[in-house]
């Protein structure tokens, strides 16, 4: 079975600039996640999709911060403008997805590489 | 606010002895809480987890402890390998009906041949 997918697994960017960054996720998984992992702490979550809607967004800078994932497959996450501490790992994570609050293993990529100068 | 927190940052251990990484957590809400292993360049990779109703959960070489009335979690690696070289961070999700996960720092395990 196919792992989450991700790419790219590195950027550098000057600030100010604009970003996207994919994610395909395990077939079959009806959540994902995107996470920010700043150097030297846990994984934070931006955002939850179920399908194509968004379950939590209340920790994405939606100033700057934008995610999509119009036919609930793969996703699209944006910062624009880039600001120096968006330096960082940017996660995406699927779990199956049964939709009742219910707990379930999340699978991460390889994460995207960020740097911000 | 609620946070996941962790004992050590580092941890050295000999080749074959055992690992012990803490993990405190705060939310009493709490009710699911999981081990990841994260190695250089890659995203965490599931371990092994556990309810807020159980005490004790093993898998293979690994085991988790639960003690609920002090809000700690505890992972235990028998036969430290140097392929368990990583860092780790525990994790938990509440009752919240919000299923994603809040990370504690992480604890790098470095196993010493």
């Known amino acids: 079975e196919a792992g989450v997918a991700q790419s790219p697994r590195y950027k550098i960017i000057e600030k100010r600039q604009s970003v996207a960054f994919w994610c395909n996720p395990i077939s079959g998984h009806a959540t994902l996640y995107w996470y920010q992992q700043i150097l030297g702490q846990g994984p934070k979550l931006l955002i939850q999709?179920?399908?194509?809607?968004?379950?939590?967004d209340s920790q994405l800078p939606k100033d700057r911060f934008s995610a999509e994932r119009l036919k609930g497959v793969d996703s699209t996450l944006k910062i624009q403008p880039a600001k120096l501490e968006d330096s960082a790992v940017y996660l995406c994570?699927?779990?199956f997805g049964l939709g009742s609050g219910a707990v379930e293993t999340q699978y991460f990529g390889p994460g995207t590489r960020l740097l911000v100068l | 606010g609620e946070s996941v927190g962790l004992h050590l940052p580092t941890l050295s251990v000999q080749e074959g002895d055992n690992s012990i990484i803490n993990c405190a957590y705060s939310n009493s809400a709490s009710d699911y809480f999981i081990w990841y292993k994260q190695e250089s360049g890659k995203g965490p990779q599931f371990i092994i987890d556990?309810?807020?109703?159980?005490d004790k959960r093993q898998g293979q070489r690994v085991t988790v402890l639960l003690n609920k009335t002090v809000k700690h979690l505890s992972l235990q690696i028998a036969a430290t390998q140097p392929g368990d070289s990583a860092v780790y961070f525990c994790a938990e999700t509440g009752r919240t009906g919000r299923r994603a996960l809040t990370f504690g720092s992480g604890t790098r395990l470095q196993v010493q041949p």
């Open positions: 994570a699927s779990s």
């Open positions: 999709f179920q399908n194509n809607g968004v379950v939590d």
């Open positions: 556990i309810r807020s109703n159980m």
